[in-house]
């Protein structure tokens, strides 16, 4: 018996403005585009994707699940996700070789220095 991986569930003010600013920013593809629950994916048949659900409640804290995304260009990484709408803020991480940016509805995620593991 296995356990795949199917998706990770984001609660969003606006599924579809969410879930469309992600597909940009991970230049995935929409397999779903329903208002109240938005979905994309690497491709079509490749999972993990990402499902934003609408939610009535509000981000209060820093978020205890987050991303981190190695790019192959950090700083064209940096730049072009902040020209998409991505904020950069501060949790508390001082100085590190990593970004903490966070989407347009405050979801932090990190962009990690560019290189292999």
């Not at 978020?63 to 940096?78: A, C, G, Q, S, T």
């Not at 991480?93 to 940016?101: D, F, I, N, S």
Request: contains cysteine.
């Amino acid at each position: 018996m296995t356990l795949e991986w199917e998706q990770v569930v984001v609660d969003a003010d606006d599924p579809t403005s969410l879930g469309t600013w992600w597909n940009e920013a991970l230049r995935w593809v929409i397999v779903n585009d329903d208002p109240e629950a938005f979905e994309i994916r690497p491709s079509p048949d490749r999972v993990p994707g990402l499902l934003f659900l609408r939610t009535n409640d509000a981000k209060a804290t820093k978020n205890r699940l987050h991303f981190d995304f190695r790019p192959d260009d950090h700083i064209h990484e940096v730049d072009r996700l902040l020209s998409l709408g991505a904020t950069r803020v501060d949790i508390g991480q001082g100085r590190q070789t990593w970004v903490v940016l966070a989407d347009p509805e405050g979801n932090e995620f990190c962009v990690l220095s560019s290189g292999a593991l």
